[in-house]
T-cell receptor, first 115, second 113 residues
């Protein structure tokens, strides 16, 4: 299994809603990432988990709350989002996150629209 | 500030031609370099990685690295319309105990029949 699976593929939510994005991989990777990507821009790092511990938070607003229940799963909890948070949210994984030659494997993404 | 620079394009080439995509980076200590392909509305897909100076070939793709010039490029031979996509250059750098890719803005490639 060489896939990173993200659900849902599309999500529309209001500014008062609470929703969660889910990501799963079964490649034995120990590092997992959340990226945000706006149209015609590069992916922007949000969070990194390494061995199930949060290792990097790129000063992301608290309305985004990551969770890593185990080494295969990564969630992103969303609450009180703003319309400018509408974007493609990408999950990725890599072997450990601690090697110079780490390669990222991306999921297919969740296209989020905040109304 | 770790920077990765790419020309956003679009780069337009005829089918069958060689497409040349270029990238420069600011961190002289960087050791790992990647090219990701991203189709519109899809997620990035790794197509090439390179760690040593010189050329690395994989099918129609050749990655070239020159650490002295802080320059990495991707050549696509016999370009096909299916190669039309945005190509993201990524350079790993150390951050918080991890190695994190910094992405360039991407170059849009259009291969026309």
């Amino acid at each position: 299994d060489t896939e990173v699976t993200q659900t849902p593929k599309h999500l529309v939510m209001g500014m008062t809603n609470k929703k969660s994005l889910k990501c799963e991989q079964h490649m034995g990777h120990r590092a997992m990432y959340w990226y945000k990507q706006k149209a015609k821009k590069p992916p922007e790092l949000m969070f990194v988990y390494s061995y199930e511990k949060l290792s990097i938070n790129e000063s992301v607003p608290s309305r985004f709350s990551p969770e890593c229940p185990n080494s295969s799963l990564l969630n992103l909890h969303l609450h009180a989002l703003q319309p400018e948070d509408s974007a493609l949210y990408l999950c990725a994984s890599s072997w450990t996150g601690g090697a110079t030659n780490e390669k990222l494997f991306f999921g297919s993404g969740t296209q989020l629209s905040v109304l | 500030q770790k920077e990765v620079e790419q020309n956003s394009g679009p780069l337009s080439v005829p089918e069958g031609a060689i497409a040349s995509l270029n990238c420069t980076y600011s961190d002289r200590g960087s050791q790992s370099f990647f090219w990701y392909r991203q189709y519109s509305g899809k997620s990035p897909e790794l197509i090439m990685s390179i760690y040593s100076n010189g050329d690395k070939e994989d099918g129609r793709f050749t990655a070239q690295l020159n650490k002295a010039s802080q320059y990495v490029s991707l050549l696509i031979r016999d370009s096909q319309p299916s190669d039309s996509a945005t190509y993201l250059c990524a350079v790993n750098h150390a951050s918080g105990g991890s190695y994190i890719p910094t992405f360039g803005r991407g170059t849009s490639l259009i291969v026309h029949p």
